[in-house]
């Protein structure tokens, strides 16, 4: 028996024919490239967040890097970010040409730890780009007020927070603009990559049309400001109306796994996910600490079940990003976190004899250590 840590295809043999029915709507469509269903799509996803504009782009990373790029960010300026987070927030911002400038996150929840940000500000501080953790908010309310009170833009990572709310309010509707991968691990998952920007600003969402699209304004013969090809691809976007439709449900199945973890595993070594007050979780990852977290996962393998570390190596520290100055020691809370944080199986479609093996396999290792 081996359980993953996330799989797809027991929900795609849910939803085979209408995902089947998607392909072929596109492909008997006649338009291949930003057609109808690219359009509904991102009018769609707009509407779900109340937000005027939604821009369809080709995956996560370039959706923060338009984002900034569409507000004149670039060489010289500086972005404060986190460093737990996936590499990939960062590599957006240095593709840009600005420069990550990281603050630590709060020990008990793992998101950015707001009251650092005012110190980090510096003349050359253009945007802050607050990262939604493993399904819940950064404090929005925090994050504005320092971006109002500093002429600062706010650029939402939203990639782990799909539906996720604060106070009500959806994540992705707080920011200047925010951004959203459709990675098929994602809430809302494509089944390949995909991407999105929404943005309130009528001037940010053409800047953003422009930037997915060579920097062209309609067509292939007039260049505005020279950029890249990242468009959502059609059949993606039509995959992913579809599933818009069942994300709130997505959002209910996770819950009921993370409930049931709370429950079998409360009395437990582990210390498991806290949520915010205020904040709606979505379980994007069910993330757990311990410090013997390596030794976890290697008798949980014997056991037949997968777990993952999200993320192992913090940000600041990998070589790829040395150039920044950081040194061991410099994020502390984020580095300590690193050495225990480990992922149980979570997906919308996860089995429940999977989630009770993995319960009695884990019960069974913390027993022994």
């Avoid at 269903?37 to 990373?61: I, K, L, P, W």
């Avoid at 996720?164 to 925010?178: E, K, L, M, P, Y």
């Avoid at 069910?286 to 030794?295: F, I, L, M, N």
């Avoid at 190596?313 to 225990?340: C, D, I, N």
Wanted: some cysteine.
């Amino acid at each position: 028996m081996t359980v993953h840590v996330w799989g797809y295809l027991d929900e795609y043999q849910q939803e085979r024919e209408e995902i089947l029915e998607c392909v072929d709507t596109v492909f008997s469509s006649g338009k291949l490239i930003l057609g109808k269903s690219v359009h509904m799509f991102e009018q769609e996803f707009a509407d779900y967040h109340r937000v005027a504009h939604c821009v369809g782009v080709d995956n996560g990373t370039n959706a923060i890097k338009l984002a900034l790029e569409a507000f004149g960010i670039g060489p010289g300026d500086e972005v404060i970010t986190v460093s737990n987070t996936a590499a990939p927030t960062v590599v957006a911002i240095v593709s840009t040409g600005a420069t990550p400038v990281f603050v630590d996150v709060r020990e008990d929840d793992f998101l950015m730890d707001t009251t650092l940000i005012s110190a980090a500000i510096t003349a050359r501080t253009k945007a802050i780009v607050p990262v939604h953790l493993y399904g819940q908010c950064v404090d929005m309310a925090a994050v504005s007020a320092i971006a109002r009170e500093h002429g600062l833009v706010v650029v939402e990572d939203c990639a782990q927070a799909h539906g996720a709310r604060q106070h009500g309010q959806v994540a992705g509707t707080w920011g200047d603009a925010s951004s959203f991968s459709f990675y098929p691990t994602k809430v809302l998952g494509a089944y390949g990559d995909g991407g999105a920007v929404l943005t309130p600003h009528e001037e940010t969402d053409r800047a953003l049309r422009r930037l997915r699209f060579y920097g062209m304004e309609s067509d292939y013969h007039t260049v505005a400001t020279p950029a890249h090809n990242s468009r959502l691809d059609e059949v993606h976007a039509e995959i992913l109306r579809k599933k818009l439709t069942r994300l709130d449900r997505y959002i209910d199945q996770r819950r009921a796994v993370a409930a049931r973890y709370g429950r079998d595993l409360g009395d437990t070594a582990l210390t498991l996910p806290s949520t915010v007050k205020g904040n709606e979780h979505v379980y994007y990852v069910y993330v757990v600490r311990h410090p013997a977290r390596d030794s976890i996962i290697e008798a949980m393998r014997e056991h037949g079940v997968q777990l993952n570390v999200s993320y192992r190596w913090p940000v600041h520290l990998m070589t790829g990003f040395a150039h920044l100055g950081y040194r061991e020691g410099s994020l502390p809370v984020t580095e300590k976190l690193a050495g225990e944080i480990f992922s149980l199986p979570m997906f919308a479609s996860l089995r429940r004899d999977d989630q009770d093996h993995t319960v009695e396999a884990l019960r069974d290792v913390l027993g022994r250590i």
